[in-house]
């Protein structure tokens, strides 16, 4: 994003703040849309592109000097901010949010979907519930978590074919919910936003 202000914002920053958190960029409407840098934001916002924002927190950037008065300037970025125009949630939220393993292992709680054991994120494999040698595809509602073991021992066969029953039965995460998924470092006032549109079945999303 082209922004010629940033360069006085980044340099006033650097020294003296902890890493600020990602804003949480909606859409007009109030859907989510997708995490932003502070950069972004403080962009959007020097852009007059900020239609409204929520959330308690605000993080404050000083900017360069006036030529005119002498006076520094300053820009408060909310913690989640609902942009003018540019990307449609609604036109990206019509698409299933990508399958990463990230998300993925966050969406089961880190626990194998077959054993029922937590695990580092390191030590857990994605497994296709119907095997893509069987025809199964990549999607959400096709891939669960599970340990090495496991997924070893089930090899290409279907849960029921290798007698080991899913603990749950795998979903789709709407966007909100994998906006939840995909930030380790949330703010409790952009969790309570996304929670608001989690579907009813995940809103205990166990979120590790
Ligand atoms: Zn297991």
Not at 85 to 114: K, S, V
Request: include cysteine; proline fraction near 5%.
């Amino acid at each position: 994003m082209h922004c010629q202000r940033l360069d006085a914002y980044r340099n006033t920053l650097t020294a003296h703040m902890a890493p600020t958190p990602l804003i949480l960029r909606l859409d007009v409407s109030g859907a989510p849309v997708r995490w932003i840098a502070w950069e972004d934001a403080v962009c959007l916002y020097s852009r007059n592109l900020v239609a409204w924002t929520a959330g308690d927190n605000e993080f404050t950037f000083r900017g360069g000097i006036a030529r005119g008065t002498g006076a520094r300037s300053s820009i408060t970025v909310h913690s989640i901010i609902a942009v003018k125009r540019g990307q449609r949630a609604p036109l990206i939220q019509r698409t299933a949010p990508p399958l990463n393993n990230h998300e993925l292992f966050r969406r089961d709680g880190c626990l194998c979907m077959y054993c029922g054991n937590q695990y580092a994120e390191g030590q857990l494999t994605r497994d296709h519930v119907q095997p893509l040698s069987q025809g199964g595809l990549d999607v959400w509602s096709n891939v669960v978590t599970a340990c090495r073991h496991c997924n070893t021992r089930k090899g290409g066969r279907r849960p029921e074919q290798a007698r080991m029953p899913l603990l749950a039965v795998p979903f789709v995460p709407n966007w909100a919910e994998f906006l939840a998924l995909s930030n380790r470092r949330i703010l409790a006032d952009q969790m309570e936003f996304l929670r608001a549109q989690f579907k009813s079945r995940a809103r205990s999303l166990n979120l590790v």
